[in-house]
């Protein structure tokens, strides 16, 4: 067994084995027991109790952290001459079409959410090999392929995620950063959880939300009672 660090050995008390806390409780503890010198994420894991093989049990979504995310999101606006100034406007880091298109091809991918019309997905379709692997795809799905550009980009810098369950059947999601106030983080989790609520699929059944925990980079994980956020 690995000996603790200081820093380690100083919070491994803190979380009881065993107890389930209220998601008020957790976003509290979670900032005590954060020892990193770095600014972490905060991140929170759902487990649900669908399948997602079956398409009728597939939960994707998307939700504004009413707090935002705690971080800078860089986001770059694929569209037409006509919407640039919009985009700009609505704070997209990065604007244009085709000379961005031709960045990407060529390896560039220094941002974190693209934007885009679906007018020019024709020209951005063929981006999938360089962006899909890295997240980046833009989808209808997640809002990030609109004729409202501005609105989109927007909705990004003001804390818009997207979220989808995986293979397993949980949900991943950052919801912050740890220097974020504990009833900034409560809030954006509770927001997160809500709307996952909200997607239940009617084909699912028995025990939607099976477990939820919440940690911050290198932190324990703090268990949360599902009930504490109906």
């Given at each position: 067994m690995s000996k603790l660090t200081k820093n380690q050995a100083s919070v491994a008390d803190k979380v009881e084995v065993?107890?389930?806390?209220t998601l008020k409780e957790a976003t509290e503890l979670l900032k005590d027991i954060t020892t990193t010198k770095f600014d972490?994420?905060?991140d929170i894991d759902v487990r649900l109790g669908v399948d997602p093989r079956k398409a009728n049990q597939m939960v994707r979504g998307v939700v504004t952290l009413p707090n935002g995310t705690g971080k800078v999101t860089r986001v770059l606006c694929l569209c037409t001459p006509d919407?640039?100034?919009a985009a700009?406007?609505?704070g997209a880091d990065y604007v244009?079409?085709?000379e961005y298109i031709e960045k990407i091809k060529g390896g560039?991918?220094?941002i974190d959410v693209i934007i885009?019309?679906?007018s020019v997905m024709g020209k951005v379709g063929p981006l999938g090999r360089v962006l899909g692997p890295r997240g980046l795809m833009p989808n209808p799905k997640s809002g990030t392929v609109t004729m409202d550009v501005a609105k989109a980009v927007k909705d990004i810098k003001?804390?818009?995620i997207d979220f989808k369950v995986d293979k397993a059947g949980i949900i991943h999601s950052s919801i912050g950063k740890v220097s974020m106030a504990s009833e900034l983080l409560f809030g954006n989790a509770k927001e997160l959880i809500s709307t996952i609520i909200k997607l239940k699929p009617a084909a699912a059944k028995g025990t939607y939300i099976k477990s939820i925990f919440i940690s911050s980079t290198m932190s324990k994980g703090i268990k949360i009672d599902p009930k504490s956020v109906e």
């Open positions: 065993g107890k389930v806390y972490a994420s905060v919407q640039e100034a700009k406007e609505a244009g079409l085709d560039w991918t220094d885009t019309m679906p003001l804390g818009k």
